[in-house]
């Protein structure tokens, strides 16, 4: 057992660091930033560092097994298949591949957990996608993936010029995103396609296609070509925006048009909205927990007592409330808290006692535990059907297509299970860690420039006298209520608003403020300070991608010398921080993404056309590796969780603006690094000449 460990423990060591490294830089800079720039403490600070803990080991085991089982498995069938069946079986397994590959990406889950934030009157054909489908959309990402795969085989076969498909595709996403930006619902899915094609080029396909690709490619006696392991990850980028504006074209006919609350529930458009929910439950449970009072009020025919009929009914069938309301214990009772007028509290309480018992018990007892075994058991199923189907159909092609035994098969199976529990780790190291992370800094950026809210240090007092409330004036005269409140041992004042204080219950509810930092006349300085943060937070974070390490060697060997690692990683970094800051400009100034998007395309065409085939390839393909697993989840909910501040429909477009600009900084520095490099070939030969 000793021999055993001191074998294992630097092995493992050196699998844990490597992703330590990816992830420390990102997350030392968000909680400083956080605590330090905008002084607000990390709320619940304890779960999201255990749930950093989680991603870092998640991952760790993730990429251990997926480099024991499934890239040997990929390359074996690579090279294998080719041999025995006709480019049309090739390109079929490549388009299943793909597919497969993409459920199985862990930077896709995030998307299953961005609907919440979407009100369904403001974005309908988003609210669908995210809420109603989200497995199309994931199923949509995965065909627009498949299909690149096969356009890749088809490049690794022939040789082909990466060059004509960005032209083509790029030219159809341009045209596609100005129609998007006068159709005010596929303009709402703009930013979500184009994060999209960020999200596929994860840690999954990337290594899969290429190793099935450069299988092919040896086989076919290609592998020195210049198309060789880059062009793909391009490709997979393009195609998913593609499919997901094809989905959202598909379902834009059936949803209403965005539109006020009030119109929305009204019953005139009761058949429209219909299709957004599953069922009626589904909608009616939407309606009393997220529209506002006049939505409500809109949706029972500006009746309240047919409200307290629908209300009095649910009372009567807990199984009903359950359905309209979920599984939480007396949620009926918390909606009438939180939602209810003083007549449908006593409805469903049946008195004001009752009420205010049970509102005191429930502000004692209200402390959120997590439900680890439930925690545990959903990522599991969710780690066993991503990974179990992209392994059955490659078993399936190994055995009985390709007919070849599996070499070293104890360490295959030991890959496949190190990859369903690092993804069933990793997953809850995103609910836990990254997600509330990158929203809590998103959601308390804005403090640098306004006033905002922190929700999550929301407090009740119960029992509250308002005789305790006292009057403070100020040198012009004005008169600003407050009234003073011990928290472990410290006396501090906090804001009279009389609207956090409900007679019935006795309880007065408020929420902390923050902000603007910089004054209510510096508004222009304290978005400066959230775009530079921004800027910052890509840059280093691009830095620490091991990814962009790993690809810095490749070209610089595949240049000799002339395009150096550095170089390449420092121009990547500067254009993902640039992107990322122009990301958030466009949420904080609510800047159109069709005026970000459009114009930056159009400019890359015009550098790809005048640069040369293998600068193409790399910096087309250098976007890929900057969107890796941790950054993803982080800059999405960084964008939503700043959206919501900022009162924008959606948060999205952040990971599309990162992906432009280290496209361009690399092919200009291509170009910079041709022209030097043809001007020492000159110089070389004049000198010889006269010598």
Known sequence: ???????????????????????????????????????????????????????????????????????????????????????????FFGLILGFLATLAEPSIQ???????????????????LLNRYPHYLVWAVGAGVGTAVCLGMVRFYYSVSLKPFIYIFLGALMLLTLWAAFDPNLNNIMGLAWDCGA?????????????????????????????????????????????????????????????????????????????LFEDNEALFGYVLTEAGNEGRLSFFDGDNLKLSEYLANLAVSRDKASAVLGD??????????????????????????????????????????????????RNTVVALKAIGLLILPLFLVLFFLVRESVPYPDEIFLGIFFCII????????????????????GARLPSS??????????????????????TAVSTDGKGYQFFYIEEAGRITTVPYNPEGFDGT???????????????????????????????????????????????????????????????LMQAVAVGVGTGIAIGVSKIVLSIPLVWILVPSYAL?????????????????????????????????????????????????????????YPILTVLLLGIYVNRKRSASLIRESVEEREQ
């Open 328 to 377: 939480e214990p007396h949620a009926l009772e918390l909606w009438a808290l939180k939602y209810g007028t003083e007549d449908q509290r006593i409805l469903i309480f049946g008195s004001l006692d009752n009420m205010r018992r049970f509102a005191n018990n429930y502000v004692e007892r209200n402390k959120k535990e997590i439900n680890i075994r439930d925690l545990i058991e």
């Open 505 to 567: 219950t006795r309880q007065y509810q408020y929420t902390p403020v923050k902000g603007p930092l910089f004054g209510s006349d510096s508004a222009a300085a304290g978005i400066l300070v959230v775009i530079l943060f921004a800027f910052v937070m890509g840059y280093g974070a691009t830095l620490a991608e091991p990814a962009l390490n790993a690809l810095g060697i490749t070209v610089e060997e595949y240049t000799a010398g002339a395009f150096k690692k550095s170089l």
């Open 199 to 275: 999200v596929t080029t994860g840690p999954v396909t990337v290594p899969l296609v290429l190793a099935l690709g450069i299988g092919i490619s040896r086989m076919v006696g290609k592998a020195d070509s210049g198309a060789t392991g880059f062009g793909v990850v391009t490709l997979a980028s393009l195609l998913p925006v593609l499919s997901v504006f094809g989905l959202g074209i598909f379902f834009s006919v059936s949803v209403p048009q965005p539109m006020s609350e009030k119109d929305f529930f009204n019953k005139d458009n009761r058949a429209a909205i219909g299709m």
């Open 110 to 128: 995030i998307l299953q957990m961005a609907g919440s934030s979407v009100k369904a009157w403001e974005a309908p054909l988003l609210f669908l």
């Open 422 to 441: 690092g993804f069933a780790i990793f997953n809850m190291g995103i609910e836990l860690g990254l997600d509330k992370l990158g929203k809590q800094v």
């Open 1 to 91: 057992m000793k021999q055993t460990l001191a074998l294992l423990l630097p092995y493992i060591k050196d699998r844990i660091m490597t992703q330590v490294k990816s992830v420390w830089l990102i997350i030392i800079y968000l909680v400083f930033f956080q605590a330090f720039i905008l002084k607000i403490p990390v709320f619940n600070a304890s779960v999201i560092s255990a749930g950093i803990g989680l991603v870092v080991i998640g991952l760790a085991l993730f990429m251990e097994g997926l480099f024991l089982g499934l890239m040997r498995m990929g390359s074996i069938i690579g090279g294998g298949l080719p041999k025995k069946y006709p480019m049309a079986v090739v390109l």
């Open 449 to 470: 420039f306004k006033t905002i809210e922190l929700t999550e240090e929301n407090k009740t007092i119960i029992d509250f006298d308002p005789g305790i409330i006292q």
């Open 604 to 660: 890359l065409i015009i550098i790809t056309e005048i640069s040369t085939e293998e600068f193409v390839n790399i910096g087309w393909d250098s976007a890929g590796v900057t969107t890796g697993p941790i950054t993803v989840p982080l800059v999405l909910a960084m964008g939503l969780g700043l959206g919501s501040q900022v009162g924008v429909v959606e948060g999205f477009g952040i990971l599309a603006a990162a992906s432009i």
